[in-house]
């Protein structure tokens, strides 16, 4: 069974960084895209990034953590990394690992939205204080 478990969250101030981890097991093959989520209170769930993939270099950030957050993978470890930078107050929220498996279509143009995604591991809350 495929098996997602993020971890890394926590209380940072406004301005700091945090790295989020997600480690993966159960993918029978490598056509599996990795993202993230996150869910703010009262909120509805947002795509933050996607994805960390085996032969899709191509990665995608929500508008609002373009240039702050990175995603990033360490294959021989089965782990896929959010850093976050310079955080903000907004960036509060339970953060999701994601997969899409098996890849049957190229996903750039819809990776923000949770319909395509077939696997989510529990969450890890972030907390950003101002």
């Known amino acids: 069974d495929v098996q997602l478990q993020a971890s890394g969250g926590g209380l940072v101030q406004a301005g700091g960084s945090l790295r989020l981890s997600c480690a993966y097991s159960?993918?029978?093959?490598?056509?599996?895209?990795i993202g993230w989520f996150r869910q703010a209170p009262g909120k509805e769930r947002e795509g933050v990034s996607c994805c960390s993939s085996v032969g899709h270099d191509n990665t995608y950030y929500a508008e609002s953590v373009k240039g702050r957050f990175t995603i990033s993978s360490d294959n021989a470890k089965k782990m896929v990394y959010l850093q976050m930078n310079s955080l903000k107050p907004e960036d509060t929220a339970v953060y999701y690992c994601?997969?899409?498996?098996?890849?049957?279509?190229?996903?750039?143009?819809?990776?923000?939205?949770?319909?395509?995604?077939?696997?989510w591991g529990q969450g890890t809350q972030v907390t950003v204080s101002s």
């Open positions: 994601v997969a899409i498996y098996p890849v049957v279509a190229p996903y750039g143009d819809s990776w923000w939205q949770e319909s395509m995604y077939d696997y």
């Open positions: 159960g993918f029978t093959f490598d056509d599996y895209a």
